[in-house]
């Protein structure tokens, strides 16, 4: 492993932080949210108040039989934040460490992702408590078909419409679809879930779309200038941190697309390569191993190791709260991509974005997944199957707009932030802290005005 050197700064002074930083993803969003809300001027008080909070939580408990012959009890959540812009969605994830919070945070960041990559959705997200590593597929699927059940019309093809994220996949999908239809037969309830297998109404490219969004959005940021000196992916080194759904494929399309994968990961670790990691084998070794780690030709390294790697683009695309104030002194990334949701702190935020390293954030880089759910919608809905080209070449219109709106948006506050200070000012607003904004708020500000105009456009019932 080479001795690690940033290329676009000096080297990064030691953050300490001083006092324990609220990991809590809900306050993390809801702190994402405040500060965008004060480059919006405009927005009356009460409006604020009502796209910060979700709309209702829903929780339910439910028992299942296990492998072992003993029944165990499991807790479930869906989270409706927003139906302003259209019926909620949102992934369904199953994991240890689900919280209610998790969930809040998840769902107001669908909320704000739709309307950055302007689908015509609001936000929601679920989960269930469990670590399927320790079940069998058949206790996966008795908890699949009790959560489905016991959240009832809490879901609909029209209301709420759930598809994969973490530990879920396309056969949970068809198994969510199988267990709604058989509660609502001889109806068209197709369109109640997204994310399902290509032969049962799933879109083709709807696997690859969050990785594939998210390379459209890389390389139109870049072609921007968004990162001095690297226009394009040819020969760029990449870190990809998580190697499944998303990040397997987003190692595999950058790749693909020219730049060398010097370092990959998963929940037991990384594994490096200065000459690059072929994708397609790591997926074969985690495939018959259960982990990338091992991969013949390469160097371990732990998750904090990876983090490090300088490279020119880093890819977290794992789990919430992976770069923070204690290890953001330590990344030595030029760009970071976030096809995982959450993965940056607001205090890592600042860090990085003071020493001149941008952050695509979450809620543009990993929006592909939620364009061509909503492309698996429409399709559900008119009976049509669209080919491949055609999705793909609608996801690049929709992720190259919505990566020049937020890109543009970050020049406007910028430039008219005198005005916007001044209005501040004139209204009573503090306005210490203002400043010039990243990516991120960018991208909330964005988002909040579009959820905000149709808001006021419906009019608050009644
Ligand atoms: P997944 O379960 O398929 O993969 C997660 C991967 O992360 C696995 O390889 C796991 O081993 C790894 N991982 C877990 N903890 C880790 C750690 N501490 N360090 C390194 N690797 C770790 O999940 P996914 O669907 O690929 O989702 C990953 C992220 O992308 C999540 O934040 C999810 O919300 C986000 N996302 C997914 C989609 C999608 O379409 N699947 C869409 C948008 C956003």
């Known amino acids: 492993m080479p001795k690690m050197k940033t290329k676009n700064s000096a080297p990064p002074a030691e953050t300490v932080p001083e006092v324990q930083e609220d990991l809590n993803p809900f306050h993390i969003a809801q702190r994402q949210f405040d500060t965008a809300v004060r480059y919006i001027p405009d927005l009356k008080t009460g409006l604020v108040d009502f796209l910060k909070q979700p709309d209702r939580m829903v929780t339910v408990e439910f028992p299942i039989e296990t492998h072992d012959g003993s029944v165990r009890n499991f807790v479930g959540y869906r989270v409706l934040h927003s139906r302003i812009r259209g019926p909620g969605k949102g992934g369904i994830r199953y994991h240890p460490d689900v919280t209610p919070d998790e969930m809040r945070a998840l769902a107001s960041w669908m909320t704000w992702k739709c309307a950055v990559v302007d689908v015509p959705f609001g936000g929601a997200k679920g989960g269930v408590v469990c670590n399927p590593k320790e079940l069998t597929k058949g206790d996966v699927r008795r908890i699949t078909r009790r959560f489905i059940t016991a959240l009832g019309d809490n879901i609909g093809p029209h209301t709420d419409i759930p598809a994969p994220d973490v530990n879920t996949n396309a056969g949970t999908m068809a198994r969510i679809y199988d267990t709604y239809d058989m509660m609502h037969p001889g109806r068209d309830n197709l369109p109640v879930v997204t994310g399902k297998p290509v032969e049962m109404g799933g879109s083709l490219g709807r696997r690859e779309a969050t990785a594939r969004g998210c390379l459209f959005a890389v390389q139109r940021a870049l072609a921007r200038g968004v990162v001095d000196g690297l226009d394009t992916l040819s020969g760029a080194t990449v870190v990809v941190q998580g190697f499944g759904n998303a990040g397997a494929i987003a190692a595999e399309l950058f790749a693909e697309a020219g730049a060398r994968v010097i370092a990959v990961s998963d929940s037991l670790g990384g594994i490096y390569r200065a000459e690059g990691v072929d994708p397609a084998q790591a997926v074969a070794h985690k495939a018959d191993n259960g982990s990338v780690v091992g991969l013949p030709s390469t160097e371990t390294l732990t998750n904090d190791g990876l983090l490090a790697i300088p490279c020119d683009i880093l890819i977290p695309a794992a789990l919430e709260n ?38 695509l954030p979450d809620i543009l880089a990993n929006a592909g997944g939620v364009t061509v759910s909503y492309f698996e919608w429409v399709q559900n809905i008119e009976h049509e199957q669209w ?76």
């Not at 953001?328 to 096809?339: D, K, L, N, S, Y």
């Not at 929709?398 to 937020?406: H, I, L, Q």
């Open 387 to 462: 080919e491949l080209d055609v999705v793909n070449r609608k996801l690049l219109a929709k992720m190259e707009r919505a990566t020049d709106a937020v890109i543009d948006m970050q020049h406007d506050i910028d430039s008219s932030l005198v005005k916007i200070t001044g209005e501040h000012a004139a209204r009573g607003v503090p306005i210490d802290g203002l400043g010039m904004v990243d990516l991120r708020t960018a991208a909330y500000v964005l988002a909040i005005k579009r959820v905000a105009k149709v808001a006021l456009e419906r009019g608050i019932w009644p």
């Open 322 to 359: 992976q770069i923070r104030a204690d290890n953001v002194h330590t990344i030595q990334a030029r760009f970071i991509a976030e096809v995982a949701n959450g993965p940056t702190t607001p205090s890592a935020d600042r860090a990085l974005f003071e020493r001149g390293i941008p952050v």
